[in-house]
């Protein structure tokens, strides 16, 4: 699981890691300020497997952070005090993502999907 993660998907292939990469963005789909959440197979030629509507989100640029997508799904006090950009704290933040977008799709079995 890798958010944004094309450039992580390149390295990788490079380091012939074959296994399933899973990449999740925030992003702008239609240029209107409205976000959503997508998650995509990069194994599958980027295949959209999961997409959920986060809102309108007043900024520039049509993709959102990890801190800023995790500070708009999580009420959890002690994620709130991580700092992207450090491993450790991005897959924790990264994993409490991936959780809310299985939530807010009813997805019990991302195999399924794949
Ligand atoms: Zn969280």
């Known amino acids: ?15 012939g890691f074959t296994n399933l990469i899973l990449n999740m963005t925030a992003h702008d789909d239609y240029n209107n300020n409205e976000y959503y959440l997508n998650l995509y197979n990069l194994n599958n030629n980027n295949r959209l497997l999961l997409s ?4 309108y989100v007043k900024k520039n640029g049509r993709y959102l952070s ?27 933040l990264t994993s409490c993502i991936f959780k ?15």
């Not at 944004?4 to 390295?11: F, K, V």
């Not at 997805?107 to 399924?112: A, D, F, Q, R, S």
């Open 1 to 15: 699981m890798v958010w944004n993660g094309s450039s992580d998907m390149q390295i990788l292939s490079r380091l």
């Open 52 to 55: 959920h509507c986060l809102g």
């Open 66 to 92: 990890l801190t800023e997508t995790h500070q708009l799904i999580c009420k959890n006090k002690i994620h709130s005090s991580l700092i992207a950009n450090n491993p450790v704290n991005d897959v924790i």
């Open 100 to 114: 809310y977008l299985l939530r807010s799709t009813n997805t019990t079995n991302i195999l399924n999907l794949i």
